[in-house]
């Protein structure tokens, strides 16, 4: 759930969608201040100073955490019970693909040597 939330959200900061201007004295609104995090937090993941080397806690803090925004969640063991299952099933059908082009191979040889 948190994954498809996330991806939401960067969804929309992706989209083009045109900025509206607000007049002075209005406070922006907390979906508004909630994507303006997420479009700096995404600018400081996909262009990151690692030249500079960290400061202070606060400065590591600060640099590293908008990463943790985008980790997705952990598998779950029906997951990987799934991924087992398809690959028992694409390797079975891999072996009987292979075997079948023995047969054919030695069939053919068989048949040459006739």
């Known amino acids: 759930m948190k994954l498809l939330i996330v991806s939401f959200l960067l969804f929309l900061l992706t ?10 004295g209005t406070e922006p609104s907390k979906e508004a ?3 303006e995090q997420l479009r700096k937090h995404q ?10 080397p960290f400061h202070s806690f606060e400065d590591t803090l600060h640099r590293l955490l908008p990463y943790h925004l985008y ?21 079975c059908q891999l072996l ?7 047969d054919k191979y030695r069939y053919l040889l068989f048949a040459e040597s006739k």
């Open 96 to 102: 009987k693909r292979t075997q079948a082009m023995l």
């Open 15 to 24: 989209s083009q969608t045109p900025t509206v201007k607000m007049p002075l």
């Open 43 to 52: 600018g400081s993941v996909l262009h990151p100073n690692y030249s500079a």
């Open 71 to 91: 980790q997705g969640t952990a598998n779950s063991s029906q997951d990987y019970q799934r991924v087992d299952d398809e690959f028992e099933r694409v390797s």
């Open 33 to 35: 201040r909630m994507l």
